[in-house]
């Protein structure tokens, strides 16, 4: 999978950038709050998410980590796809979103071309739980923590744990060590778990 991009930036419009890549232009989608983060400089660097469907392969590009994280938890929710996600990404910015999917605020999430009242209820009650974990008192930017715990909780679901398991086992960790890294966290977890 294509994770992350760095390269020339050759073309920029609002919704795609191309990107060259040691000769190999790639063409990312992105959303209007990564677009207002770009500079005019030349060289550029973004977080990717690769779709692969049957006829197509489609990156997503992202300034910050965090974006792309709640890029893939929105895609998650039944009746949301890419283009609704990217569309949620450039009408709200990401903590807009997290916050309004934390405090149940259907209105705001609704608010956004394309998704509908059973849609909005779904992105609240799929994402509560999780979102809650990546924005811990709205400083969800740059919070080194939440992004090891978020990844170490992504790791403890590949290895067949639930979230709800290892959730509150990560973050007790985090709260006794706030400075754990990934890898930490992980064995933390296998030891209590």
Do not use: W
Not at 151 to 169: D, M, N, W
């Amino acid at each position: 999978m294509i994770t992350q991009l760095k390269g020339r930036m050759i073309e920029k419009s609002p919704t795609e950038l191309v990107i060259d890549c040691n000769g190999v232009g790639y063409l990312v989608n992105i959303s209007l709050n990564t677009f207002s983060k770009l500079t005019d400089s030349e060289s550029v660097s973004l977080f990717t998410h690769l779709q692969v469907k049957e006829d197509s392969h489609t990156l997503f590009g992202f300034f910050e980590k965090t974006e792309r994280n709640l890029f893939r938890q929105l895609i998650s929710v039944s009746g949301i796809g890419a283009s609704t996600a990217r569309t949620m990404l450039s009408s709200l910015s990401p903590g807009e979103i997290q916050s309004a999917i934390i405090s149940g605020n259907v209105s705001i999430i609704q608010s956004v071309k394309g998704i509908g009242l059973k849609t909005a209820q779904r992105v609240i009650i799929d994402l509560k739980d999780k979102v809650s974990l990546i924005s811990e008192n709205d400083q969800f930017i740059g919070n080194i923590s939440n992004t090891n715990q978020d990844e170490a909780l992504s790791a403890l679901e590949v290895l067949g744990y639930s979230r709800k398991q290892t959730s509150k086992v990560i973050e007790m960790l985090i709260n006794n060590s706030p400075e754990m890294s990934v890898e930490e966290l992980i064995k933390g977890a296998l030891n209590k778990l």
